[in-house]
Structure formats: structure tokens, C-alpha cells
């Protein structure tokens, strides 16, 4: 073992030879398309865990309400930074900003996503360019940006690990009509969690997949959702806060417990 290894286990593990990892203050979380839906909502689960949080989106003015909402509760200190990360300059920014700000991360979220639901051979190729930039490329660029941060955090944080997670959907490993290019963002997004995650397991990083069913969001209700709800009545759909709960429960594991994939469905969805 050598000496990096055993200054980790030194710090993760507690009196009784269980590790530590949920004590979570003083730790930074950044969480890409926060300013609603699922991003919105594991800001404010993140927050009562104790976390200081970097907020990324395009509204200014929904990130400085959300910001504003979780001061109000006495959470951890708040850094609203507005960005599209389509751009790889802003993306790569919006990384910079947080360790500016706080130090140091301990936690990147890839929440931010577009769905265009549409037969191909009716599609806007302008729709897939938006879903590949922000549903793919955004996730590769705040991953490349955000590593170096949390294999420090991993190697000199008080709980010896930090945690990367992606939000992909269920639609990634269960593709169907009408939404051909939203699954194979969203597929490949599943198959770099994976790749990424034995490359950095050994290093203290702990990469986590989530893929959610049908869930209640701003992108999916509307009548451009239509094609892609599988008839489930949405009063049967999730919950932006069950994802979110998913989330924190990812990376409130203990140091040597590494959740790295979790489904969740509506209970009345089929496939």
C-alpha cells in the first residue's frame, strides 16, 4: 500500500473500522441546470446535506431565486453562475468560478439536458446538434474540467472520496421511435460513466449513473412529449425531489461503498 493510500484510509475510517463519507459540510457541489427540475431540486437536497453549492444554467434570474431560497434556509454559501454550456469556453468557466470561489470540489452533478422528440425523417438537424452539444459534449467538458478538482478532493479531503454523477435517462438503455437521437446522447452518456469510472475508481473518485422513467420536469410536460410518455398518466409520473433523493444518496455513501448505476421508474412504467 502506498502512502496516498493509507493518509485515504487514515481519514475514512472511524473508530469502529467503518468508513466515513456522509459528513458532507464543507464540501462543494456544482449542479448543472439547476435553475429548475431535477437540477433545482438536488441543489436544495445537496444543500440539506450541508454542501456549498455552484448553481450552473442559462436563467439568471431562476438561479438568483433558487439562490436566494436556499440563503433563506441557512444552508451552505450559494454561487449562482449563469452559463450555456454548449460553449466550451463557459463550461470550462463555470469550473474555474466554483474552485474560485469556494476552494475546492468535492461533487459535479451533469444534470443539464434538451429533448426533442421527433421521427428522424422529420427532425430538425439544428434540434440534434442542441441535444448532442448540451446532452453529451456539455457532460464531457464539465467532466474534463471538473476532474483534477475532485482527485484532489479525493486525495486531500476530510472523507478521502469525491463523486461525479451523470443524469442520463432511462431512454439510453431502452431506445424507441420518435427519439432516435435524445437515447443516443443519452446511451453514450452510459457508456462514458462507465469507461470513466474505472479509469478514476483507484484515485478516490466515485462515478455514478442515474437514469431516470418518466419524470415531471419542465422538458417533459407539453405536448412535444407526446410520443414519449408511454401512456402513463402523469399524476403516475416521478418526481423531480425522487431523483434528487437519488442523488444524495449516491454520494452520502460511505467512502468505500461506491454506488454506480441506479434506474428509477415510475412504478407503473413498463419498459
Known sequence: ???????????????????????????????????????????????????????????????????????ERGGGAVLAVTADLRDAAQAAGAVVQTVDRFGRLDVLVNNAGFSMPSPALDSDPEDWDRMVDLNLRAVLRMSHAALPHLLHAADTGPRGVADLVNVSSISGRVPRKDNSVYSATKHAVCVFSEALRQEVTGRGVRVGLVEPGMTETEMTIGGRQTSVTHGLPQDSWLRAEDIARTVAFMVTQPAHVAINEIMVRPTAQER
Open 1 to 71: 500500500m502506498d502512502g496516498t493510500q493509507e493518509t485515504r484510509n487514515a481519514r475514512t475510517t472511524d473508530r469502529d473500522g467503518s468508513a466515513a463519507g456522509g459528513g458532507l459540510s464543507g464540501g462543494v457541489a456544482l449542479v448543472t441546470g439547476a435553475s429548475s427540475g431535477i437540477g433545482a431540486a438536488t441543489a436544495r437536497a445537496l444543500a440539506r446535506e450541508g454542501f456549498a453549492l455552484a448553481l450552473v444554467a442559462r436563467r439568471t434570474d431562476r438561479l438568483a431565486e433558487l439562490a436566494a431560497a436556499l440563503g
